[in-house]
C-alpha cells in the first residue's frame, strides 16, 4: 500500500457516518471524509483481539437484529476490501473498518492494517447531548 487511498471502496454504499460522544454531546464524521483525511497517515499492523469494538454491538443499537439485518451486514462483510486499512480516532475509537475487521476475522487473519489519527479531523456535526 502507497498510503494514498482512492475516493472510496467501490463495496460502501454512500454516505456512510461515523458517530462516537465528544464532550457535550455526539459527533458525526462522513466516512468518506475520513477516507480522505486518513490517505497520509502511516499504515500499521493491529491484532483483532485488541479492538474493543470487536466484541461490541456498533450496528444494531441494542435491538436484536432481524435476518434481514443480519444478511444485510453479511452481504457487507463479504464485500469489504481488505486492502484498505481500517481508521481509528486519537483517541483510539474505530471510525471506520467493522465491516473489513469481520471479514479478515472470518477468513482467520489475525491482523488488520489500521491508521490512526494524531488530531481527529473537524465533524460534520456536534449534536447536543
Known sequence: MDGGLPAKPPSMPSPE????????????????KLWAASSGLPVFQISIAEIPEFDQ????RGQAPSLRD???HAERIMA????????????????????????????????VDAVRFVVDPEPEEIRPA
Open 57 to 60: 454491538d456498533c450496528w444494531f
Open 17 to 32: 457516518r461515523h458517530s462516537h460522544t465528544v464532550p457535550g454531546g455526539r459527533a458525526y464524521w462522513l466516512t468518506e
Open 80 to 111: 469489504a476490501d481488505l486492502s484498505y486499512p481500517i481508521i481509528f480516532s486519537a483517541d483510539g475509537h474505530l471510525m471506520d473498518g467493522g465491516h473489513r475487521i469481520a471479514r479478515a476475522w472470518i477468513e482467520r487473519r489475525s491482523m
Open 70 to 72: 443480519v444478511a444485510g
